[in-house]
Every structure is written in structure tokens, then in C-alpha cells.
């Protein structure tokens, strides 16, 4: 056994996705033949590298890789087999059959790996478990900052050697956004995160800006991810689950539903109470000032007093403390500071 029956067992895997549940055999193959007290994984783990160690016990080469689930351990062993290269050793040199670790964060931890079965000059083709949720190719330049190094198995001489081949084309990219990143996945990520309630002031604008890395790193922590502001693999297809499964109680009960449902109570509107801030919710909200009270005070309150402009108590009383904060919030996003909220500070409170 050796490289050859590897490549076929992924080869066979090719394909396998979350939304057929397929990673649940991957993961299931991992988890039969873990190591003894070893963490055993969940179906809504990552598994990428439960990928390459259940293919090499699948394909009669256990052993021969690292038999973890965890990027960072993989390295270890290699290393401890004195089969390890960094990236930016004068050994480097990425073949086929190699085991390539990333580190998307650039904080020198792996947090993702694969298996190059090609390379065609200094593009490497990578076969990957968990990559958009999938087990799919990626190609990627072999000097990019993103590769942190790799790990050579001793496949065996008994099997044919690795050869290089032409690989499909593929745009070499990132799986992650980042702050500066635009365009519609930025977008499309905003979008999820209102939905199921976090806030950003400037709304789905396509914009990956410190309000979209401050909400992906609250989702980060609230289910229990790695809380690194980066919309990766694993926090899309968290933020794509959680979207998918919102709740129409949990909608209803946002803070933009509540203010629906103050500003239809008190008469200043007619409008479907859905959760979603849009051109219907900002024409029902009344001007505020100073001497108001009631239930959209309070709400102007939570919301100044979650963006970091201190209110004080949630009382629903616009009191002075509340016009401070209402000013600071205005010249923040460069509006007249009058203390007043009227459409234009609404838009910011909105996200619109």
C-alpha cells in the first residue's frame, strides 16, 4: 500500500459534501480508529484533517500520515518524525503526495491542510477536505504567505512514485474574508448576520470594515469557534446554519422587530413586524428628543448603549445622559450633533 491507493481513496471522496451529510462517513471513519483517548469528533466539527488520516487508514496506509484531527498536532508529529518542512526553509520544495498546512490566520498556528496530488510549475493542486464544505481541489502559488509548511509521508516505494500533473483550472484565492475585503460574498455574510440579530451600523454594504470583523467575531463566540474576526470556512458554515435554522421567535423578539412593534403601537406606523430594518421601518419612526419616554426610548437606549455610547439605565426617559450619548453616536458617523434623532441618526441606529 502506499501513494497510489491514497490518491484513489480520495479520489473516491471527491465530491463529498455537509449538504449530503457526507462528512459524517469521513468523520465516522476518523472516529473508529482514533487514537486511544483522543477527542472524538462531532458531525459539526471541521474535518479537514480527519480527511487525510481517515483516507490513509481507508486506503490501508495508517500511520504513514498523522492520526489527528487537529492541524497543529499534525505538524508536531511530522516533526517528531524529522519529516517536516517549514515554508520558509531552504529545503521548501512542495511535490505531490505531500501533506500541505495552512495558516489562514498568519498567527503561525494551522488551522487547515490538505493533500497535493499535482503540481504544475509553481501552482500546487490541493485535494481538501472541509473546503467550502466539500472535499474539493484548491490551486495555490507554492511561494504564498498562506502555506506554513508541509509534512512528507513515507508512502513506500512498493506503489508508483507521485508525478506531477496538469491540473484543472481553478481560481487561486483565500478561502477567508477579511477586513478591506468588498463585493457580494462580503455582503452576503453581512446579510446572514442581521438576520439571525447582530448589528452593523452601515448595514449589508459590501464593505468588510471593523463593524463586520466586531459581529463575526460575537458569532465567533457564541458558537463556540475560534474567535478570530475572519469569516473562514468554519464561521460561514456555522453563520450558514444558524441562518438557515433561525427561528421565526428569535426574529420577533430582535431589537429591530421590538421597535416595529413600538412604533405600530403608538401609531406611528402600520408595517409587517418581520425583523428586517428596511425603508417601511425607518418611515415609522417618530423624531425623538430630549422630554420623550415610552417604550422606542428605551429601545433608542439598548441600541446607543450596545454601539458603546453610554446612556446609562435603560429607563425609557430622554434625558440628558441619553441626548450625550444620541450626540456622540451623531458625530461619530458625522451628523449634526443636535441630540435629536430623527431619519438620519435612525439610519445609523437601523444599519441602513
Known amino acids: 500500500m502506499g501513494w497510489t491507493e491514497y490518491e484513489k481513496k480520495l479520489k473516491e471522496w471527491y465530491g463529498y459534501s455537509e449538504t449530503k451529510n457526507q462528512d459524517d462517513i469521513i468523520i ?3 472516529n473508529s480508529q482514533r487514537p486511544a483517548g483522543s477527542y472524538k469528533m462531532t458531525h459539526t466539527d471541521p474535518w479537514c484533517h480527519a480527511t487525510v488520516s481517515a483516507a490513509a487508514y481507508a486506503s490501508g496506509n495508517a500511520g504513514k500520515v498523522p492520526n489527528t484531527c487537529y492541524c497543529p498536532t499534525g505538524i508536531n508529529i511530522f516533526k517528531q518524525w524529522g519529516k517536516w518542512v517549514g515554508r520558509y526553509t531552504n529545503a521548501y520544495n512542495p511535490q505531490p503526495g505531500y501533506i500541505l498546512y495552512y495558516d489562514w490566520n498568519k498567527d503561525l498556528i494551522s488551522d487547515h491542510v490538505g493533500t497535493i496530488i499535482a503540481r504544475n510549475g509553481n501552482i500546487l493542486t490541493v485535494r481538501e477536505g ?8 484548491r490551486q495555490i502559488n507554492v511561494d504564498s504567505p498562506l502555506i506554513i509548511g ?10 508508483q512514485t507521485p508525478v506531477a500533473t496538469i491540473p484543472s483550472q481553478e481560481e487561486t484565492k483565500r ?9 457580494a460574498e462580503v455582503e452576503d455574510v453581512q446579510q446572514k448576520l442581521i438576520a439571525i440579530g447582530y448589528f452593523l451600523p452601515s448595514g449589508a454594504d459590501g464593505k468588510y470594515g471593523k463593524e463586520t470583523y466586531t459581529a463575526v467575531e460575537k458569532f465567533q463566540h457564541n458558537v463556540g469557534i475560534k474567535e478570530d474576526g475572519l469569516a473562514g470556512e468554519v464561521t460561514r458554515a456555522k453563520l450558514n446554519n444558524a441562518y438557515n435554522t433561525r427561528s421565526s421567535a428569535k426574529v420577533n423578539n430582535s431589537w429591530v422587530a421590538r421597535l416595529q412593534a413600538a412604533c405600530n403601537a403608538q401609531g406611528f406606523s ?3 413586524v418581520d ?5 417601511n421601518t425607518l418611515a415609522g419612526c417618530p423624531t425623538c428628543r430630549i422630554g420623550a419616554r415610552g417604550d422606542i426610548t428605551k429601545l433608542i437606549q439598548e441600541r446607543l448603549n450596545n454601539l458603546g455610547y453610554d446612556c446609562g439605565s435603560v429607563d425609557g426617559i430622554f434625558g440628558g445622559k441619553t441626548e450625550t450619548a444620541v450626540k456622540a453616536c451623531q458625530e461619530a458617523h458625522e451628523l449634526q450633533a443636535d441630540g435629536v434623532v430623527g431619519q438620519n441618526t435612525w439610519r445609523v441606529l437601523l444599519g441602513l
Open 130 to 137: 472541509n473546503r467550502n464544505d466539500m472535499l474539493c481541489d
Open 270 to 272: 402600520n408595517q409587517t
Open 275 to 279: 425583523g428586517i430594518a428596511g425603508k
Open 150 to 159: 508541509y509534512g512528507i509521508p513515507d508512502w513506500g516505494g512498493a506503489t
Open 28 to 30: 465516522d471513519i476518523y
Open 175 to 183: 478561502t477567508w474574508l477579511q477586513i478591506g475585503d468588498t463585493g
